[in-house]
């Protein structure tokens, strides 16, 4: 994973990445809140293309499956 840019303030960050997954480049954009303890309050993580949100789901599924299926 490559990490592109990043743009932090006090209480926020926003991160630019991008990999590559079976051959499809994908793009995307962490958006991190946290609290004065330091405590994540909000995480967003937006993908471009269309293609690799699909992908992306599609091997979320299949890893949950196998971790309840291991068990």
Do not use: C, H, Y
């Given at each position: 994973?490559?990490?592109?840019?990043?743009?932090v303030g006090k209480y926020d960050a926003v991160l630019e990445?991008?990999?590559?997954?079976?051959?499809?480049?994908?793009?995307?954009?962490?958006?991190?809140?946290?609290?004065?303890?330091?405590?994540?309050?909000?995480?967003?993580?937006?993908?471009?293309?269309?293609?690799?949100?699909?992908?992306?789901?599609?091997?979320?599924?299949?890893?949950?499956?196998?971790?309840?299926?291991?068990?």
């Open positions: 994973m490559l990490f592109r840019s990043e743009v990445f991008e990999t590559v997954v079976d051959g499809l480049t994908i793009n995307g954009v962490d958006m991190i809140r946290w609290d004065e303890a330091g405590q994540i309050v909000d995480f967003k993580v937006m993908v471009r293309p269309r293609r690799a949100l699909d992908l992306l789901q599609q091997r979320m599924a299949q890893l949950l499956q196998s971790l309840t299926s291991d068990g």
